[in-house]
């Protein structure tokens, strides 16, 4: 079965412009988790989405947001883009919303802000 | 708060020696505890979990992982690594939040494994 699929794998943005980055689950999965990975803060939770309700948040700026639609996939979107915001942005999904399965990682897309 | 320490950052050990990767965590109620590896190139991958019952855990590709609760501890061992086995092993651990739950990562220990 497909994996996670994050679009687009590459972005070039400009400090103070906007972004929008899309994930696509594995089929059946419900629950989408997004995580900022970067080589001096490892991977840094943003949020949960289940059943299109934001179940938890990390300690991000409120530039960062994301919805989930009925159809699980997921959406982050980052506003007024900083230098510091060039990362791997990873989604992972996982079947239900219990932390017993674990998560299942799409390639990430890898945003660069000049 | 969750929070979860990986003691070394950078391992580097010749094929068929023994890996143990340390991992401790700090979280008030129930967890579930993870180990993810990602191989040069490649996505991040489950390696193995616990979330009850034994705790020796069995995962892919001959690791396993011992859950301590007294230490807070998940550590990581292969009795012979292999040098395919070069990657970044992450540990996490995910405790039931109102409303929801998060996984939080280490900061990872990337392994090399000189052939």
């Known amino acids: 079965k497909a994996g996670v699929t994050q679009t687009p794998r590459y972005l070039i943005k400009t400090r103070g412009q906007q972004v929008t980055l899309s994930c696509s689950p594995i089929?059946?999965?419900?629950?989408v988790s997004w995580y900022q990975q970067t080589p001096g803060q490892g991977l840094q939770f943003l949020f949960e989405y289940f059943s299109e309700t934001q179940r938890n948040k990390g300690n991000f700026p409120g530039r960062f947001s994301g919805r989930q639609f009925s159809n699980s996939r997921s959406e982050m979107n980052v506003s007024t883009l900083e230098l510091g915001d060039s990362a791997l942005y990873l989604c992972a999904s996982s079947p239900a919303q219990t932390a017993n399965y674990g998560y299942t990682f799409g390639s990430g897309t890898r945003l660069t802000v000049v | 708060a969750q929070s979860v320490s990986q003691h070394n950052h950078h391992v580097i050990l010749s094929e068929a020696a023994s890996l143990e990767l340390g991992c401790n965590y700090s979280?008030?109620?129930?967890?579930?505890l993870f180990w993810y590896v990602q191989y040069p190139g490649q996505h991040l991958q489950l390696l193995l979990k616990y979330f009850s019952g034994d705790p020796l855990v069995k995962g892919i590709k001959g690791f396993e992982a011992e859950f301590i609760k007294s230490k807070f501890s998940f550590n990581l061992r292969k009795p012979s690594v292999q040098w395919s086995d070069t990657a970044e092993y992450f540990c996490a651990v995910s405790g039931v939040n109102t409303g929801g739950f998060k996984t939080i990562f280490g900061a990872g220990t990337r392994l090399f494994v000189k052939a």
């Open positions: 979280y008030g109620g129930t967890v579930n």
């Open positions: 089929s059946g999965h419900r629950s």
